[in-house]
């Protein structure tokens, strides 16, 4: 009787704990995108997407960081998508138990988590020194380097969900082994590929450390990916730390249109992988 | 038992076998690895042309991997080889580089007489079917029809009548027919083993391998299968692994008992059932073991 008093006491504590721990990380996340809300919506006005962004005193938006950071992120997806779904293919379908395919994913492991400011400073020596400029494009290429072993990983991991039968069938209807992956375990795995592809946008979306060191920010609107170009996240870095209280503002609003884009982009995978599995 | 007793030619201690000139495809002296383990040793398995051959015996005896040297599947996995002949039509298949260097190391020194290098051909006249039905992601019509677009070069209307006839002749046809543009996916467990049929048939493939196909569906479904095959075997002909010893007594003209990677046994159905040569057969085949 007393063990079974003190195994249930024993559940008590480690459900309380549970829930408490729960707590603490749902509150963090409610007290973020609190605060982000009574900062940032009350500057929420058409002006943001229609101005760019002021000089200290002027009135303004952040079109322009928009604009850039909608560019350079779209670039970026479609680098780090095809490059992250070949690579996570070869991955799972032609290497494996390959020691080089082996260390491959070891590797790609490891870009998973490397500090983004290293990105930053990796594609600054390659893509900026040596052409004597920042540019967007340098800033997209950073940001897919980002993304990329994202992609890969999930596309490795969905592929080795589909079950070898799969392949065996259509190889044993006689098609090669690209075909069927491409006609078959592609269209079989299209659900967690696009899963892959949502985490790496969420992930680069709010980036700032390897933009500064690569498209550096702009505070005129451009469309010209060789010059340098303005972003949500550098606008925000460069509006936060200054002295002004309307630059200080808008950082709010960007910071809210940020973490609103990522919450979006997260439900939208959410319900696409939802209606795949059926 | 040793490796010896199961040569073709020692087959005739049991049976006569099939007729030479009736044989549709054939397995003569297969060794199988995984990597360095064998699994298969000496193993020869005639199939004769309009006839169900089924494979019994215990679990992890090989059954499945002599079905999957059949139509060079294995050959997905760089580990694993095989060592013998396989003929389709008297025809060897088993022609592969590999292959052919541990032929000559094992010591054999036949001369074989090849069907081709192109393994697509051999898989599409040497039709499988799996334990799992496995539909691909796409519709119904599309699942049918893949294997008739890779191979020939057919017209829209020609496809469709392609499709409705392999759906026919795997007993589908008046379940889907008014639903061809689903997926494949929304059919149920016996409707996607059916619909997996088709797509084999629809190539019109001169052998089918199936791999125990009922093992994942209901008695009603199981019953509609074997009808299907019953009536298949008319236009080709059929090897079939199963665990259910009702299903191979119902359905096969010949069964294969096998374990531990030997062909123990091979005969008609009637005789092996009724009057077991072997031990083992007779212990598994009255449940004593496996």
């Known amino acids: ?278 | 038992m040793t490796n010896k007793d199961n040569t073709v030619e020692d087959l005739e201690q049991f049976i006569a076998p099939p007729a030479a000139e009736n044989l549709n495809l054939e397995a003569r002296n297969l060794d199988f690895y995984y990597g360095t383990h064998q699994t298969l040793f000496n193993v020869s398995l005639p199939v004769e042309r309009n006839k169900i051959t089924a494979l019994i015996g215990p679990s992890g005896c090989g059954k499945s991997t002599l079905l999957r040297i059949l139509n060079r599947i294995y050959a997905l996995y760089p580990q694993q080889y095989a060592v013998g002949r396989v003929l389709l039509d008297g025809k060897d298949i088993l022609t592969d580089h590999d292959t052919l260097t541990r032929l000559k190391e094992r010591g054999d020194t036949v001369t074989l007489d090849p069907l081709g290098d192109d393994i697509s051909q051999i898989r599409a006249r040497i039709g499988m079917v799996f334990q799992k039905p496995t539909p691909f992601p796409m519709s119904i019509y599309d699942n049918v029809a893949y294997g008739v677009r890779l191979h020939f070069n057919k017209s829209r209307q020609e496809l469709d009548q392609i499709v409705e006839r392999s759906l026919h002749r795997a007993a589908l046809w008046d379940e889907v027919k008014d639903k061809l543009k689903e997926s494949g996916l929304s059919l149920s467990g016996g409707q996607q083993q059916r619909l997996c049929v088709a797509r084999g048939l629809a190539v019109e493939p001169e052998v089918l391998l199936l791999d125990e196909p009922a093992s994942a569906l209901d008695p009603v479904s199981t019953a509609r299968l074997e009808e299907t095959l019953m009536e298949l075997k008319k236009d080709l002909s059929i090897v079939i692994v199963t665990h259910n010893l009702q299903q191979a007594a119902r359905i096969s003209d010949y069964t294969g008992f096998m374990y531990l990677g030997n062909m123990i046994e091979f005969c008609s159905t009637d005789r092996l059932f009724a009057r077991p040569k072997t031990r083992r057969a007779r212990d598994y085949l009255t449940g004593r073991f496996g």
């Open chain 1, 1 to 278: 009787m007393s063990s079974n008093l003190k195994r249930r006491f024993i559940n008590k504590v480690f459900v309380a704990l549970c829930s408490l721990s729960t707590l603490l990380a749902v509150g963090m996340l409610a007290l973020i995108l609190g605060s982000l809300i009574v900062n940032g919506a009350g500057g929420l006005h058409l002006s943001v997407f229609t101005q760019d962004q002021p000089s200290p005193g002027m009135s303004g938006g952040l079109r322009n960081a928009i604009i850039g950071s909608i560019a350079m992120c779209v670039v970026a997806m479609i680098i780090a998508v095809v490059l992250g779904i070949m690579a996570g293919t070869w991955l799972s379908e032609y290497s494996r138990n390959s020691k080089y395919g082996q260390a491959i994913h070891f590797l790609n492991d490891v870009l998973l988590s490397v500090p983004s400011i290293l990105v930053g400073l990796f594609v600054y020596e390659i893509m900026v020194r040596p052409f004597h400029g920042f540019s967007a494009f340098a800033g997209a290429v950073s940001l897919a380097l980002l993304a990329m072993p994202i992609v890969t990983r999930t596309t490795y991991d969905m592929l080795q969900l589909q079950p070898n039968t799969l392949r065996e069938a259509g190889m044993g209807l006689g098609a090669s082994q690209g075909l069927v992956i491409r006609s078959i375990i592609w269209k079989a795995a299209a659900p967690g590929l696009l899963t892959g592809g949502l985490l790496g946008f969420a992930r680069i979306s709010g980036e700032t450390a390897p933009l500064l060191f690569t498209a550096l920010g702009n505070q005129f609107l451009t469309l010209n990916m060789t010059e340098p170009m303005g972003s949500l996240p550098t606008t925000i870095f460069q509006f936060a730390m200054s002295a002004y209280d309307d630059w200080r503002n808008l950082a709010w609003v960007g910071a809210l249109l940020i973490a609103m884009a990522v919450l979006t982009i997260n439900i939208l995978g959410r319900v696409m992988t939802r209606g795949g599995k059926r």
